[in-house]
Nanobody, 124 residues
């Protein structure tokens, strides 16, 4: 069992940056693919980014490529989402998710564990 807690959300001006953190409990963190999803009010949840067990492979939604960077520090049981050049359309609740698998998934229902979410608001 893995418990996930996100932090680092807040209010930022368009063009600014934020770094989200997700800290996991348990002793098998390195066995999980980790993902970030987001959901804005009135919209469906969407995939943002994912990272493999070792951090060697990363995956991004087209909407955030070149602006967001996912990384992980297994020694700290933490995954990060560095968000640069933020746009108002990035405003959403961001969720950290974990999937015990050797392959990536872009679909939320295939992830086993979820954090509580952290609000990111980008002003114009």
């Amino acid at each position: 069992q893995v418990q996930l807690v996100e932090s680092g959300g807040g209010l930022v001006q368009a063009g600014g940056s934020l770094r989200l953190s997700c800290t996991a409990s348990g002793r098998t963190f390195s066995s999980y693919f980790m993902g970030w999803f987001r959901q804005a009010p009135g919209k469906e949840r969407e995939f943002v980014a994912a990272i493999s067990w070792s951090g060697a492979n990363t995956y991004y939604a087209d909407s955030v490529k070149g602006r967001f960077t996912i990384s992980r520090d297994n020694a700290k049981n933490t995954v990060y989402l560095q968000m640069n050049s933020l746009k108002p359309e990035d405003t959403a609740v961001y969720y950290c998710a974990a999937r015990r698998s050797y392959s990536v998934s872009y679909y939320g229902h295939e992830y086993e564990h979820w954090g509580q979410g952290t609000q990111v608001t980008v002003s114009s």
